[in-house]
């Protein structure tokens, strides 16, 4: 009689304990354990000096091997957090990260590849000057983490201690700040604001800064103007620095009692480019926008192209502000500008507070005056 053939095994699923080798989640193994026993720590389950239960003890309170107590132990022995007493034991260093505080690094999360270091543009790499700077005022080493999921979920490397603290520029999904919110030492949103994420921000003073833009151009006798504004095609919304832009030019529209109704917004979802139909409609409006208020400095230029090519002369026909950075000093086009190396230093001093309670440093703008803008006609 023929042998029935067995079929083949599935493999493991990917975080399955019959994987072998490196987690790959900060939550996944020792991570998760650590993760846990740095909360008890920090909440005084242990306090200073006392002695911690044993690994056995610990393995079984948790529901996973002794090596991955070890592990975990390790790991928070890096931190500082526990120490051994001589006897074989680790006691509580303290709630806090003396030793993160003191010796740690910085790591800077910046995106896929290096490339998105310096970005699409001046602020960039200004901003990222400012966090050398910083670190360096800091006396810490600073290490970049880039890859494909940073996006999603805090990188394997950044829990490799001892750690000063993150400072984190992209602008993350949901669960990932979540993520971050959790990890045991300072993490600061570098050029983003801190809405409602319990994380340290250092940002710019978006909705003032628009608000003193916007205050300009009614001033000039502007009553017609358009705002400009670029939403990411996958989120389908604005970046949380435009949201507080166009906070600022409502509520300044409002106090001079005109109306800021959907046909003064013109969004674009792709490419920025002059031929787009956002910028064009905005040229075409009738009655006419006497001025336009651009998100950022590529939009603006985007709209003067478009405007030359129409036969709208900046100033005289329309006038156009924007925000920009203070080191682009070839740029003319008036509105207010950030010091981007400033803002980066501020990030990364903002790692040298305690991690709770967040904080958020707003740092002021400047207005250029460039060759932009003028009295409306008629």
Not at 313 to 342: A, I, K, M, N, Y
Request: glycine content about 10%; overall charge positive; some cysteine.
């Amino acid at each position: 009689m023929a042998r029935r053939k067995r079929s083949p095994k599935p493999p493991a699923p990917r975080n399955s304990p019959a994987r072998r080798g490196r987690p790959t989640s900060p939550r996944a193994g020792y991570r998760a354990v650590a993760e846990t026993l740095r909360s008890q720590l920090a909440a005084g389950t242990w306090p200073k000096g006392a002695a911690l239960p044993s690994v056995r003890e610990l393995a079984q309170a948790h529901g996973v091997g002794r090596q991955v107590v070890w592990d975990a132990l390790d790991v928070l022995k890096r931190e500082g957090r526990v120490a051994p007493d001589g006897h074989r034991r680790l006691i509580a260093t303290g709630t806090g990260s003396s030793h993160t505080l003191t010796h740690g690094r910085i790591v800077e999360v910046v995106g896929t590849t290096l490339d998105e270091v310096a970005g699409p543009g001046q602020f960039a790499m200004e901003l990222q000057r400012g966090i050398l700077l910083g670190a360096g005022e800091l006396r810490r080493p600073l290490a970049i983490v880039h890859g494909g999921e940073l996006g999603h979920h805090v990188p394997d490397d950044v829990l490799d201690g001892p750690l000063f603290g993150i400072v984190v520029l992209l602008n993350l999904q949901d669960q990932a700040l979540r993520a971050y919110e959790k990890l045991g030492v300072p993490v600061v949103l570098a050029d983003r604001p801190q809405a409602r994420w319990k994380l340290h921000a250092a940002s710019v003073a978006n909705e003032a800064a628009a608000f003193d833009a916007t205050n300009r151009l009614l001033a000039l006798g502007h009553r017609r103007i358009a705002f400009l504004r670029y939403a990411s095609a996958l989120r389908r919304a604005m970046d949380p620095d435009g949201i507080e832009r166009q906070a600022g030019y409502e509520r300044a529209l409002r106090a001079a009692g005109i109306s800021a109704d959907m046909g003064n917004f013109f969004t674009l979802t792709s490419a920025i480019q002059p031929g787009s139909a956002s910028i064009q409609a905005l040229l075409r409006a009738r009655p006419a926008f006497t001025a336009a208020f651009a998100a950022d400095g590529r939009l603006a230029e985007a709209l003067l192209s478009a405007a030359r090519s129409a036969g709208r002369s900046v100033p005289r026909d329309l006038s156009v502000v924007c925000f920009e950075s203070q080191g682009r000093t070839d740029f003319p086009v008036s509105g207010p500008r950030t010091d981007f190396v400033e803002l980066g230093r501020r990030a990364v001093h903002l790692l040298s507070k305690p991690r709770t309670p967040p904080r958020e440093e707003r740092l002021a703008t400047a207005w250029f005056e460039g060759k932009s803008i003028g009295p409306a006609l008629g």
